[in-house]
């Protein structure tokens, strides 16, 4: 069955650090996510992306962050500056089509900023 | 943006006996209801869902159902076994936003 493979697993990360995580979405899908789950909390939407460019973000996804799917095949998150506050789970997600489809998430990288 | 309630947080079952969780949600355009299992430190993982022009839908143990008019839609695990033990996230969207997540529910199935 096709998966969603995110790297690293785990990463820590020095408070102001820029770290970089990577997702490989299922090749024919379309539609891509980034969501993050702090520790016992909700999964939590950050942002969403299509056709090379974000079709929706939330609140949360502020000038901190970024994504982009640079080589067709690769989807990352940057985070420019890391705070305390950005450790959590980091789950990337894709799906065939918009709409009425569920998501396929990846096995989630867990940052840890010290 | 939407919120979806979902309830019980935590819940526990005897091995056999039969699990549901709820969860309501405000916006009627809602028209997609996944439900997700997690285990420790994995992925959610798509387990069955339900769209709004069905009332319900079962896949071997486990069902869905959606009272549209309520605007309340549930999981029911029957026949539950240890391997069920995990956290389940109710999901929703409407046309083409995001899926918005519940707070999920940590089941446990004692053996």
């Known amino acids: 069955e096709p998966e969603v493979t995110q790297t690293p697993s785990h990463q820590v990360t020095q408070m102001g650090q820029e770290v970089i995580l990577r997702c490989v979405p299922i090749s024919n899908h379309l539609y891509f996510y980034w969501y993050r789950q702090i520790l016992g909390q909700k999964v939590e939407f950050l942002v969403s992306f299509y056709n090379n460019e974000i079709s929706e973000k939330s609140e949360i996804f502020d000038d901190q962050f970024s994504v982009e799917r640079p080589d067709g095949s690769n989807f990352t998150l940057k985070i420019r500056s890391t705070k305390l506050e950005d450790s959590a789970m980091y789950f990337c997600?894709?799906?065939?089509?918009?709409?009425?489809?569920?998501?396929?998430f990846g096995s989630g990288t867990r940052l840890t900023v010290v | 943006g939407e919120n979806v309630e979902q309830h019980p947080s935590t819940l526990s079952v005897q091995e056999g006996d039969s699990a549901v969780i709820k969860c309501t949600y405000s916006?009627?355009?809602?028209?997609?209801f996944p439900w997700y299992k997690q285990e420790l430190g994995k992925g959610p993982q798509l387990i069955i869902d339900?769209?709004?022009?069905?009332g319900e839908k079962k896949d071997q143990r486990i069902a869905v159902t959606l009272n549209k008019t309520a605007k309340h839609f549930s999981l029911h695990i029957t026949e539950t076994q240890p391997e069920d033990s995990a956290v389940y996230f109710c999901a929703l969207n409407s046309g083409n936003t995001p899926l918005v997540f519940g707070k999920g529910t940590r089941l446990s199935v004692i053996a």
């Open positions: 339900i769209r709004s022009n069905v």
């Open positions: 916006d009627s355009a809602s028209n997609y």
């Open positions: 997600a894709s799906a065939p089509l918009q709409g009425e489809y569920g998501y396929t």
